[in-house]
T-cell receptor, first 114, second 113 residues
Framework: GNSVTQMEGPVTLSEEAFLTINCTYT??????LFWYVQYPGEGLQLLLK?????DKGSNKGFEATYRKETTSFHLEKGSVQVSDSAVYFC?????????????FGKGTLLTVNP | KAGVTQTPRYLIKTRGQQVTLSCSPI?????VSWYQQTPGQGLQFLFE???????NKGNFPGRFSGRQFSNSRSEMNVSTLELGDSALYLC????????????FGPGTRLTVL
């Protein structure tokens, strides 16, 4: 099955700093790739996705590019805000047959200080 | 469009009891997946239902079961609760045709005493 290695946190940044959260995966075939974000006490919100190699997903200033050659999907943001403080999860979606389950990394806690 | 809803939001049970959680998917979505989130194990896949049939299953004991109704609403049941079943249970819905994006509900927080 799929597996994910995600950058260990916690990550603490000052407002307007540059953010990178690394994510690499192993998978059968070419899975769709997702980043989800979880705010305290809430469920997961879709942040962005990419469905094929070299696709760039983007949303709310966050970006991630599907790199097939390095099996990576690193999350970046040029200038973080206090409101970005949350836990971020990288997840490939199974692509074999009808195996449409998400495999999650351990999550990276981001804290942004004013 | 309304999002995924889960009820109840919070539950407190004692060991040995059973519990039923409910999930209503986004209108038009036919697939419902369930995940368990704990501090120790992280997010783990429980099972997925599509058109009232279990299509995929994770590595959980038989105490965990689910079903899906003709309107795509889903329930999961945990029997003979154990302390380790305390977790946030998340449900996600998708169209179910191919590798679609899954949209998550707010979760049900289950505490087993």
């Amino acid at each position: 099955g799929n597996s994910v290695t995600q950058m260990e946190g916690p990550v603490t940044l000052s407002e307007e700093a540059f953010l990178t959260i690394n994510c690499t995966y192993t998978a059968t075939g070419y899975p769709s790739l997702f980043w989800y974000v979880q705010y305290p006490g809430e469920g997961l919100q879709l942040l962005l996705k990419a469905t094929k190699a070299d696709d760039k997903g983007s949303n709310k200033g966050f970006e991630a590019t599907y790199r097939k050659e390095t099996t990576s999907f690193h999350l970046e943001k040029g200038s973080v805000q206090v409101s970005d403080s949350a836990v971020y999860f990288c997840a490939p979606l199974g692509s074999g047959g009808s195996n449409y389950k998400l495999t999650f990394g351990k999550g990276t806690l981001l804290t942004v200080n004013p | 469009k309304a999002g995924v809803t889960q009820t109840p939001r919070y539950l407190i049970k004692t060991r040995g009891q059973q519990v039923t959680l409910s999930c209503s998917p986004i209108s038009g979505h036919r697939s419902v997946s369930w995940y368990q989130q704990t501090p120790g194990q992280g997010l783990q896949f429980l099972f997925e239902y599509f058109s009232e049939t279990q299509r995929n299953k994770g590595n959980f004991p038989g105490r965990f079961s689910g079903r899906q109704f003709s309107n795509s609403r889903s329930e999961m049941n945990v029997s003979t609760l154990e302390l380790g079943d305390s977790a946030l249970y998340l449900c996600a819905s998708s169209k179910g045709q191919g590798p679609d994006t899954q949209y998550f509900g707010p979760g049900t927080r289950l505490t087993v005493l």
